[in-house]
């Protein structure tokens, strides 16, 4: 018997859970090593653009992992920043991480699902998240209840890995995701599967037009995206017009 669609996307959940928990310890240096330091480049571009539409916002961090994007969007002096994750063991590594910084008191991580956001409507100006999208277990889902606890006029803004567009750049990158990435991940990581999963979780991803798709289905409007790095990475934005 098959098994339902819903017990399939809960057993996804807790693999994801389970692997981020297993390769918190190295999650940091292997995003910075394992993309020589770009993807640092990639969140200030991302959370730039946030300053197009909101000043000071109340910002939402899913699937925060170790708190990356919340701490670089600290550059644009938010009024609070609260991130949710499924993998404690990444929340543990983040909450370090701010206390080494001195942020504890104006991030906050806390243990929460995408698709089921502890949050009231309304609560947040921007929702955000960066290289976690594609981990979700139902990506409209999650996009959705995003959409749900921003407040009218409210932005999305996500940041995700992409496949490049041009045939030459699109070959060396395909052979570094899946052969190099996965070697030095299993290596630093001691997670044989982890870093496999990464590679088949970007090829498997509906990037650029058909992400946008799922975006307006999630109930956003003035969606744009801006590819990075040849299109390896994008960021998404769109507005939430109207209450549901």
Aim: glycine share 8%; net charge positive; charged share 25%.
């Amino acid at each position: 018997m098959d098994n339902h669609p819903q017990d399939l996307k809960e057993e996804k959940k807790a693999l994801v859970g389970s692997m981020f928990d297993s390769i918190a310890w190295r999650y940091d240096f292997l995003n910075h090593f394992l993309s020589f330091g770009i993807d640092r480049c990639w969140r200030r571009k991302a959370v730039r653009l946030i300053t197009l539409t909101h000043r000071n916002p109340e910002i939402l961090d899913v699937a925060t992992g170790t708190g990356d994007l919340a701490i670089a969007a600290m550059k644009i002096n938010p009024a609070r920043i609260i991130g949710i994750d499924i993998s404690g063991k990444m929340l543990e590594a983040g909450r370090e991480k701010l206390r080494r910084l001195r942020l504890t008191d104006r991030i906050e991580l806390i243990e929460g699902d995408s698709e089921n956001i502890l949050f009231p409507d309304g609560s947040f100006d921007v929702a955000m998240v960066a290289f976690g999208v594609r981990n979700f277990p139902d990506t409209v889902r999650g996009l959705s209840e995003m959409n749900r606890v921003l407040r009218k006029g409210g932005l999305i803004m996500v940041l995700e890995f992409s496949k490049p567009d041009m045939f030459l750049f699109s070959r060396i990158f395909n052979f570094y995701f899946l052969n190099i990435l996965p070697f030095i991940g299993r290596t630093f990581s001691k997670n044989k599967n982890a870093y496999r999963y990464l590679q088949q979780s970007v090829n498997k991803f509906p990037d650029k037009e058909k992400f946008v798709e799922l975006l307006s289905e999630a109930g956003f409007s003035g969606i744009k995206y801006k590819k990075l790095t040849g299109g390896i990475a994008v960021i998404y934005t769109g507005l939430k017009l109207s209450m549901q």
